[in-house]
């Protein structure tokens, strides 16, 4: 059977916490590779009240059976009430690429 490989995507407010985030699910291997991006303005209404915020984007690359394991993570670890959690089933990927990513969150390799 296929892998099928996904991207799991949040923003957060501060680098410290993109980055605790981001190493964390490395560590576990819920994810292979995370994409921190600098820079996003998001404008929403929270509480009836329009906001704006300067954010970081962060893309997690990982499987999709570790994906509901990553999304939990991510929301436990979170600092907003509601945080953003969005998955994406990515159609087609690089051979290579994604051996690679199987094998980094792949708890049974070395």
């Not at 590779?33 to 962060?58: D, N």
Request: with cysteine; aromatic share 8%; charged share 20%.
């Amino acid at each position: 059977m296929k892998e099928a490989y996904c991207m799991v995507t949040t923003t957060v407010d501060s680098e410290i916490i993109a980055n605790t985030i981001s190493q964390g699910a490395i560590a576990e291997k819920l994810a292979a590779c995370v994409q921190m991006i600098p820079g996003v303005i998001s404008h929403y209404e929270w509480h009836g009240k329009l906001e704006k915020t300067q954010e970081l984007l962060l893309q997690f690359k990982t499987t999709e059976n570790l994906v509901e394991n990553l999304m939990q993570y991510i929301k436990s670890s979170h600092t907003y009430d509601t945080p953003e959690i969005i998955m994406i089933k990515i159609g087609d990927i690089d051979p290579d690429y994604g051996k690679w990513l199987y094998m980094a969150v792949n708890k049974d390799l070395p």
